[in-house]
């Protein structure tokens, strides 16, 4: 692989970061739609074919509105909360590889930022920042239902981080490596099973692991059934109740991105990333396998959004240290012991 | 001056200014705020060092350890009513400064003598690209030969978490089970537990009396009285 010029990254990180911003405004379009078929509505209609303008409009409009600072607020931190949100999610893309590298106009073109020894770490490194965004400004807004939401987010992310984290330490033990692209190129490998070729995913290799990653990455990123911090039924959307105008939306942007990361980071880790039919042969095809997948998971979300309801707080805590803690533990010693196995250094 | 001087001397300059912050800033929030932006800054500094394993276990740790102090902060102190800020806590004042002077007392002794050097591991770049990387190789040199103080370690940090549950547990095992009670919400209109009759569950009717006792409670809103929730739910049919 030839090295790449530092502005090619540049261009390379901008472009991705933009990307991922008209992404997220298309998520909130998807999601709207998604539901309105699940609940026999027809969601935005009125602007654009489909409602496909909806959200620019919702973005012009959020922009022309009054930035409201209350009273008693800690004024400092409650304008840098919600940009600690945004940056914290915006940048995890960095480590996110949508390809190998391509030549454009006889230049090689690296189609992921960095690959950085411990991608997988720096992933769940800056979603455990995010929460600083959460509690600060619900702090700051000196309002008690603000305040009780940001506690509550602080208990559900300390807790469901961990188990975040453990859940790919089998993935970690099977590949020996930390990198997100080592982690994907891995599973571009087939796996030959008797007569049966199947792809070398992380899915087939950790299936337990896989549903406890979704179970907690829909918790870190605080989406129904898990969304207690911004409960709007009992605390008035919680942590951003202070909010108004462009500066809620940084919290509005954070949330959706943060779900298109996790949504990206789970394709990567456990569904081979940009694996796919002829994605060895043309780099389109590997983005739009990435990009079917990130889909999938989307939709999931959205999914879970319309079926389940809320759960309840000492359910939430309950679920987190007395069933998936144990289960990912199980699972951790479990791999290990049969990679121990297959190198013949335990009989 | 190279970009990596340049970057590191911006970071540093930060990270000191950080630290600075810590010590003076009034509100212990703001305090906590600026120890998470010193230890960023360490983490990036660690990154430029190359050892991205560390910078990475440095923000998620201490990020995650600063995040409960944060919410101690909100949780236990009150901010416009510290000790500091009427002169309170005389002894602790002079042991810190006592303390501060002695650190930077030594601190510059080692910088002006350079004595405080390290003995040279044999970690060179070729070996740590040999096992994989860095996270690998300090992988490696922890679980082999450093594995007894870290089982050590992991043991003082297992006694800790029992201390924290004995505290926790209630004064007699058994007694939470008492408290349980059932949370239900059935979300009625107000005023209808005033105004039905007492009688056993789903049986007795809705009197005319009691209908006029709710809608005086209630003025002019339309109220619906439900007793069975059967009678205006149909199973299998979608309206």
């Known amino acids: 692989m030839e090295p790449q010029p530092i502005w090619v990254t540049f261009v390379v990180a901008f472009i991705f970061m933009n990307v991922l911003l008209v ?30 303008l909806q959200p620019i409009a919702d973005g012009i409009k959020l922009l022309g509105k009054e930035d409201l600072i209350p009273a008693a607020a800690d004024r400092l931190v409650f304008y840098f909360a919600p940009l600690v949100v945004f940056v914290a999610a915006v940048v995890r893309v960095a480590v996110i590889p949508f390809g190998n590298q391509i030549t454009v106009f006889g230049h090689p073109v690296n189609l992921f930022v960095a690959d950085l020894n411990v991608g997988a770490l720096f992933l769940l490194a800056f979603g455990s920042i995010g929460v600083y965004g959460i509690i600060l400004g619900a702090y700051a807004s000196a309002n008690r239902y603000s305040l009780l939401g940001g506690l509550r987010s602080a208990a559900q992310v300390i807790s469901y981080e961990i188990i975040l984290g453990l859940s790919l330490v089998g993935i970690f033990l099977l590949s020996q490596s930390l990198s997100v692209r080592q982690i994907m190129l891995l599973q571009t490998a087939s796996l030959q099973l008797g007569p049966v070729t199947l792809p070398n995913w992380f899915i087939l290799s950790q299936p337990l692991a896989f549903v406890i990653f979704l179970i907690a990455a829909v918790a870190e990123t605080n989406r129904a059934p898990f969304d207690l911090p911004e409960a709007e039924t009992e605390l008035v959307s919680g942590f951003h109740t202070e909010y108004s105008a462009f500066r809620f939306s940084f919290y509005f942007l954070g949330e959706y991105i943060n779900m298109i990361i996790v949504s990206l980071f789970a394709a990567t880790m456990f569904l081979g990333g940009i694996d796919g039919p002829g994605s060895d042969r043309f780099w389109v095809l590997g983005i739009f396998w990435l990009l079917v997948k990130v889909v999938f998971f989307l939709f999931f979300y959205v999914w879970l959004r319309a079926t389940l309801p809320r759960f309840r707080y000492d359910q939430l805590m309950g679920i987190a240290w007395k069933v998936l803690l144990p289960l990912v533990l199980i699972n951790i010693i479990v791999t290990a012991l049969i990679r121990l196995a297959g190198n013949g250094q335990l009989f | 001056m190279t970009l990596d001087a340049i970057v590191f001397y911006i970071l540093a300059a930060v990270c000191l200014l950080a630290a600075v912050g810590v010590v003076v800033s009034r509100n212990p929030v703001h305090a906590a705020v600026f120890v998470v932006i010193t230890f960023f800054n360490v983490a990036a500094i660690f990154v430029m060092l190359g050892a991205e394993f560390l910078a990475a276990v440095q923000v998620i740790v201490y990020a995650g350890a600063m995040l409960v102090l944060v919410l101690f902060t909100i949780m236990l102190v009150d901010p416009d009513n510290l000790p500091e800020l009427h002169a309170g806590r005389p002894v602790q004042r002079v042991v810190g400064v006592l303390l501060g002077l002695i650190l930077l007392l030594e601190v510059g002794l080692a910088i002006i003598n350079r004595t405080f050097t390290a003995p040279t591991g044999n970690a060179t770049p070729e070996l740590i690209g040999l096992v994989g990387g860095p996270a690998q190789a300090m992988g490696y040199i922890l679980y082999n030969q450093y594995a007894l103080p870290f089982e050590i370690v992991s043991l003082v940090l297992l006694v800790g978490v029992i201390g924290a549950i004995v505290l926790a547990l209630p004064e007699r095992l058994g007694e939470q089970f008492g408290l349980r009670r059932g949370t239900i919400s059935l979300g009625h209109p107000r005023g209808t537990e005033v105004a039905l009759p007492t009688g056993p569950d789903g049986e007795a009717p809705i009197t005319e009396a009691d209908r006029k006792e709710t809608a005086a409670l209630e003025g002019t809103r339309e109220l619906i009285l439900v007793r069975d929730p059967d009678k205006y739910t149909t199973v299998g049919e979608r309206r």
């Open chain 1, 23 to 52: 992404g997220m405004a298309y998520m909130t379009w998807f999601e709207r739609k998604v539901l309105a078929a699940m609940q026999d509505r027809l969601g935005p209609t009125r602007t654009g074919p489909h409602g496909l």
